[in-house]
């Protein structure tokens, strides 16, 4: 993310703007997570850990919904980048 004069926004002053909805700040979240699990998939480390950052809120509503059964899970499974054995 970019602003007006097209310098970068740094997350931490995005996330913690009360300006930005918070169903924004939770499409952007689910969206960059979504990007790095896609770019990470066709990457050569492929088969090392990724680590991804949540805000604290979408941490607690993927708790609430079930890991399994959540868009999260779904997205790894279709990025095979996770075995069903695991779950």
């Given at each position: 993310?970019?602003d007006?004069?097209?310098?970068p926004?740094p997350p931490?002053l995005y996330?913690?703007n009360?300006?930005i909805?918070l169903?924004?700040q939770l499409?952007?979240?689910?969206l ?30 993927l ?6 059964s959540s868009?999260?899970?779904s997205r790894?499974?279709a990025?095979q980048l996770?075995a069903?054995?695991?779950?």
């Open positions: 993310m970019v007006l004069n097209g310098d926004i931490n996330f913690q009360d300006q909805t169903a924004d499409n952007v979240d689910r960059s997570r979504a990007i790095h699990l896609r770019n990470f998939s066709m990457s050569q480390y492929r088969e090392r850990l990724i680590f991804l950052n949540f805000l604290p809120i979408s941490s607690e509503r708790a609430a919904e079930g890991i399994r868009l999260l899970m790894l499974k990025l996770i069903d054995v695991w779950w």
